[in-house]
């Protein structure tokens, strides 16, 4: 059985879906494969996103070749996680769709950006455990 393609949503595509991405590819790729993108991709993934997920787990996001990118670079996907945008996701085909409500961290300090990688890698974890019982079942 394929495993699940999950893709992280959010308008820029630059913080909060990239660091869902690199946390899904650490913590996950065993049961599901991690894409992100965005309404209106910014020109380059927040540096402080890649600065604190280096810090904190040994990711590189650039040296991984993470950039931001349109929804039309996706693959067909199975699950579709809106990180918390305050906007209307697009409707894009999926079996399954949930929204995280986090806040962007941009522009604010060291603090915010490990309070909110260390709630995506939660709420990874609890994804990972949801679709290993799925797929037991």
């Not at 599901?32 to 993934?45: H, K, L, N, R, V």
């Not at 950039?67 to 894009?92: E, F, W, Y």
């Not at 806040?103 to 994804?127: H, M, R, S, V």
Request: some cysteine; overall charge neutral.
């Amino acid at each position: 059985m394929a495993k699940p393609k999950v893709a992280f949503l959010c308008v820029h595509n630059a913080c909060r879906s990239q660091m869902a991405q690199a946390l899904g590819q650490h913590f996950a790729a065993d049961v599901f494969e991690s894409y992100s993108a965005g309404t209106a991709p910014a020109a380059q993934i927040q540096p402080d996103a890649v600065r604190i997920l280096r810090a904190l787990y040994g990711i590189d996001m650039l040296r991984d070749g993470q950039t931001p990118k349109l929804l039309a670079a996706l693959p067909p996907v199975d699950i579709v996680v809106a990180m918390g945008c305050n906007v209307q996701c697009p409707a894009l085909p999926c079996r399954r769709r949930m929204d995280w409500g986090l806040e962007d961290p941009t522009g604010k300090g060291d603090e915010a950006f490990i309070y909110t990688a260390k709630a995506i890698e939660q709420n990874i974890k609890a994804l990972r455990a949801a679709l290993s019982a799925d797929m037991q079942a």
